[in-house]
């Protein structure tokens, strides 16, 4: 069933508005495009966590809903949702990690597993009656589908079949109908043919969105073999070779901020907004980036051979996926690590620069960043450190040097460090970024301004004012 429906997705009329991830299946689906076959969980578990990182990022800094109202407003592939699919080779506790991390419908992704215990179930009841009324199931409108009596015999077998279990051998180490609570629930479906007649039901899983589990400790992935740098001046960390031309780097990198690939066209674009490449041009390009970034430890191409679409593989990661990991915590320590990854203004180095700003990719990592350095200035403050707080603002200016919340975490801190001078500094710093010629001051945001004199015209500090 569930190999029925992996076909199905690959082939149909929108697969290419798409991806569909496969696990515990063969090869025989990687001649489709935008279809991957997936043979490290874990691996793919991390992926998912980043996707889910960075989508609820791009909502939030996008004021979007979901990634479903972001479609009809952006036709664009940054909303693009991705559908995993466990096969019955998939063992148990995989499928759970699956469905704990990858069930997000808000951030346009899905996971479909076959099992189940059935414990909470949901029955329709569809007759041959003209007169069927639609149903609300599960927050969408059903109408059933007439099936003529013909061909209920027929259907009757296949229920028959699906409900008979006895013949199916149990997973190893999972007991046959032993339940695993809050996993999934069930769908019972029941047909009756005729008015009267014996009411057969078999019941269809449902998965049921269960809270993601909690994040690594240190917020380090540890899967990554190389790692593009985009905080600061473009880096490719751990590839086989120097990149002997610049185009096929900045392929890399485009494909890096873009975890379910880019076809063609799509990277072809990005690079050359102003011109049409030859497909000669686009395949080399190809294929010095692959030959770049060489091998993983299992033997296969960090860039993987596609025929009009291009996707990394899993072993590549980009220290924007770390921050964000680690930017998700609740603990200052790890805050702080993830602001020691900033190096500077994100995407610098770039030939094509306009590609990040456009697609909102660039401007989602400047928020992103300046938020988690005012959050950790804040506790600074609060925990009487200047110095750190002084630290951690200036690293976020060094990715939006014009951002005057953090010119104000900066006189908080030297007057918290009884330091009169530093104010003045910090002002005077900001003025020379900001003013006109005529009026310097008029240019200073009223905020900035009021704080300003409320700390010079106080002649001591006071603990009130801490």
Do not use: K
């Amino acid at each position: 069933m569930v190999r029925a429906l992996a076909l199905e997705l690959a082939t149909s009329h929108w697969a290419d508005q798409f991806d569909v991830v496969l696990v515990g299946f063969g090869a025989e689906f990687g001649r489709f495009d935008r279809v991957r076959a997936v043979s490290d969980v874990p691996a793919l578990i991390h992926e998912l966590w980043c996707r889910r990182l960075r989508a609820e990022a791009l909502l939030r800094n996008a004021n979007f809903r979901s990634f479903a109202e972001a479609r009809c407003f952006e036709p664009t592939g940054t909303w693009d949702p991705l559908v995993v699919i466990c096969g019955p080779s998939t063992p148990e506790s995989q499928v759970a990690d699956l469905l704990d991390v990858g069930s997000h419908a808000a951030g346009g992704m899905a996971v479909i597993a076959a099992g189940g215990n059935g414990e909470a179930s949901h029955t329709l009841r569809l007759s041959t009656s003209e007169d069927s009324p639609p149903l609300e199931l599960i927050g969408s409108v059903v109408f059933p589908q007439q099936i003529a009596v013909e061909e209920l015999a027929d259907l009757d077998a296949i229920l028959g079949a699906a409900i008979d279990r006895e013949s199916v051998a149990s997973s190893a180490g999972f007991e046959a109908g032993s339940p695993r609570p809050g996993r999934a629930a069930g769908l019972s479906v029941a047909f009756e043919s005729a008015p009267g007649a014996e009411v057969r039901e078999v019941t269809v899983p449902v998965p049921v969105i269960a809270e993601p589990p909690p994040i690594p400790p240190d917020g380090e992935s540890g899967t990554y073999e190389v790692e593009v740098g985009v905080l600061g001046p473009i880096e490719i960390r751990g590839a086989a070779r120097e990149f002997t031309r610049a185009w096929a780097q900045e392929l890399v990198v485009y494909l890096a901020l873009h975890p379910n690939g880019a076809s063609s066209d799509a990277w072809a674009t990005a690079l050359w907004p102003d011109r049409v490449m030859a497909p000669s041009s686009l395949h080399s390009t190809a294929s010095v980036a692959r030959r770049s970034l060489g091998q993983g430890r299992d033997g296969h191409d960090h860039l993987p051979r596609s025929h009009g679409r291009l996707a990394l593989a899993p072993t590549v990661g980009t220290d924007w996926d770390r921050f964000v990991l680690l930017a998700a915590t609740d603990r200052p320590d790890s805050w702080r690590s993830a602001l020691e990854l900033v190096r500077g203004r994100p995407f610098e180095g770039l030939r094509s620069s306009d590609w990040p700003v456009l697609e909102g990719i660039g401007p989602s990592i400047e928020s992103t960043v300046v938020d988690l350095s005012g959050r950790f200035a804040g506790v600074r403050l609060r925990a009487g450190d200047p110095r750190g707080a002084e630290w951690a603002a200036r690293r976020g200016l060094l990715v939006s040097p014009y951002d005057e919340r953090l010119y104000r975490m900066l006189m908080r801190a030297a007057d918290l460090g009884g330091n009169p001078a530093g104010v003045e500094a910090v002002m005077a710093e900001l003025v020379r970024l900001v003013a006109d010629d005529i009026e310097p001051l008029d240019s200073v945001h009223p905020s900035t301004m009021e704080l300003y004199r409320s700390l010079t015209r106080r002649r001591t500090l006071s603990p009130a004012s801490r």
